[in-house]
């Protein structure tokens, strides 16, 4: 008798102990779900917060980008002589563009050379990238004197009422999709011209 009820004590002594093990359990899993609930409530806010994390550090780094850039022209240009200043109409006036001196007595550049001033003036006035767009055809022909491609917004845009011979460059990317023509003045061999658009 007294066996059987050692017994029976440790039986319900096992099961008192196995249902709290139970019921931590369930507790536990009840507040992990909870949890999990919480953060599912959240992941819209933190991707939210992310988003929002993501675009001022574009803005940031926009704007650092812009002033790197604007130091390094600046300083470019500190550094350039009086005759490299010359060849780049960012610097002068808009008479770089609209010059109709004579060409008595000149030779003509080459078409080659004038592809060579093209690529400089995109690379360093309009900071076109040469890798992005290719020059895929060049002819020659009369064309009026424009300051489109540096007249800003294009409020003052400016052309001559008169016409100059010129190697005509157009370039555009791998799929044609955008494209720049220049005007290179066959005799002077200044940029003085040109337009976005297509080929």
Known sequence: MKKDKKL????????IIDFSILSYLIYSNYLLQQKVSNLEKDIPKIEDKLSQQNIQFEDVNEKVFN?????????????????EKSKRPNWVEDDYYFDNSSIEGKTPI??????????????NIILNDLDEYKVKKVTIG???PTNNLTAGTGWNVKKADYERDAYIIQCSD??????ITGYVDMYTGKVIGGFYGGV
Do not use: H
């Not at 029976?8 to 099961?15: D, L, P, Q, V």
């Not at 002033?67 to 005759?83: F, G, H, V």
């Not at 791998?174 to 494209?179: T, V, Y």
């Open 142 to 144: 009369k064309v009026n």
């Open 174 to 179: 791998a799929d044609e999709l955008s494209s």
């Open 110 to 123: 080459t078409e080659d050379k004038a592809i060579e001033v093209w690529n400089e003036y995109r690379k």
């Open 8 to 15: 029976y004590s440790i039986f319900i002594i096992a099961i």
């Open 67 to 83: 002033m790197i850039a604007k130091e390094n022209s600046e300083q470019y240009y500190e550094n350039l002589t009086q005759e």
